[in-house]
């Protein structure tokens, strides 16, 4: 079987962004997650979670290090599977590229002083304050990515002349209408999937009997960042919707099978079209649809045959929203329990029971597959265009015949980076027992 150039492109891309994806949410996310532990350690004179930011951050490194090779293959693929886009569009998206960069800079630099200067510090909270720049840093590399794509879907700042954009004004490109939402989704999907992968591990620790209060700690810290991250990103996904409803409508129509103008619409649920885009097996929720799009059921929802056949996104999408939103509820629903369960009489400093500790250890896999089933949903669902309204896809791409062994050649190497990543980070940690560790450190355990 042969594949065109373009699907080709478009396989290679996506691929790159699938791997890409989960290393970037954790390089903006995990640091957020030291700098609380770290802090906690620091007010509650409690070493475990000094050793727990120690941790973290050795390991972070790691994903930092694949992240970065996954990030450059997006730069280098940019240019050699998208020439005529970025062309095209290149001097509107060159300055939050440009910008990146230096975001990047300030991130690498202060991670190297923060990981050589522990104990080097009279008072702890400068060796803390090193990881502020970190933390923006990262965050901030990933506001000016998210406002390229947000170009993408919201194209503005330009003027089109002879099939060339003209009259560029960058800030305006960058601020257009996609960018608050999508760049605070972004932000806050990787802040939970950040702490419900680290809650997954502390929570794995637990049910292969480790019982040090070490792990305790680590799993109170990680699922309340978890629950209050999931909430976060579970509202702004409700605004998410509206900006949809209102600039995007054939997304949000093909996401939940909407084909006819109205109001009072309702919201599929799961389901199957038949050869008439009628709905079965769906359940349907009344007037939820029209609250989504406008607060209210008298909105109305601009269906998809509004739109010609040729620019509607492809009708799968449908499952993968689904399936987000329902992940969605199971990362706000699991920390919630394990929140009661310690509200409970008697269960502050107890055990939890196996069912828990495998939810939470599953938010971590969980969490993963929201955020790749989030980029998967919004590249798809702008669909066939590459810059929404101006150009297509199919005109983007290059024209190469290579790109078939520039794909196998990738897939080799994301294999190998991924499976060492794993293999690095088991055996860091493995034969590390957490008091001999801290008795190296010159740390008093505190079992508290």
Known sequence: MSYDPVTLSRMLTGLTLFVHIVFASLGVGVPLIIALAEWRGIQTKDPHYSLLARRWARGFVITVAVGVV?????????????????????????????????????????????????????????????????????????FFITTLNAFMNT???????????????????????????????????????????LAGIAAYSLLMGRKEIYFKKALKLTVISAFIFALSTAII?????????????????????????????PLIFGGVLDQNNEVKYGLEIPYALSILAGNKPSTKVIGLNEFPEDERPPLFIHYLFD???????????IPFLYLIRRMLPGNRQGGYPKWLLLGIMLLGPLSIVAIEL??????????????????????????????????????????????????????????????????????KEDVR
């Open 374 to 443: 989030g980029w998967l949903f919004a590249e798809f669902g702008r669909q066939p265009w590459i810059v929404r309204g101006y150009m297509k896809v199919g005109d983007a791409a290059t024209t190469s015949n290579h790109v078939g062994a520039m794909l196998l050649m990738f897939a080799v190497l994301y294999i190998v980076l991924c499976s060492s990543c794993v293999i690095v980070l088991a055996r860091l940690f493995r034969n590390k027992d957490v008091a001999d560790e801290m008795r190296e450190l010159g740390m």
């Open 237 to 265: 996904g409700d605004f998410s919707g509206k900006f949809l409803a209102k600039y995007q409508p054939e997304k949000l129509a093909a996401a939940e099978w909407h084909f006819e103008t109205r109001t009072e619409a």
């Open 70 to 142: 996954t990030g450059t293959s997006i730069g280098l693929q940019l240019s050699l599977l998208w020439p005529t886009f970025m062309r095209v569009a290149g001097h509107a998206i060159a300055l939050p590229l440009f910008m990146e960069t230096f975001a990047f800079f300030v991130e690498a630099i202060f991670l190297g002083i923060y990981l050589y200067t522990w104990d080097r510090f009279k008072r702890p909270m400068l060796h803390l304050l090193l990881l502020i720049p970190v933390a923006i840093g990262s965050s901030t590399s990933a």
């Open 155 to 197: 194209p503005q700042g330009f003027t089109l002349k002879n099939g060339v954009f003209t009259d560029v004004h960058p800030l305006i490109a960058m601020f257009n209408p996609a960018t608050p939402t999508k760049v605070s989704h972004v932000l806050a999907s990787s802040y939970t999937v950040s702490a419900c992968v």
């Open 323 to 333: 399936l987000k939103v329902a992940i969605g509820m199971l990362l706000v629903l």
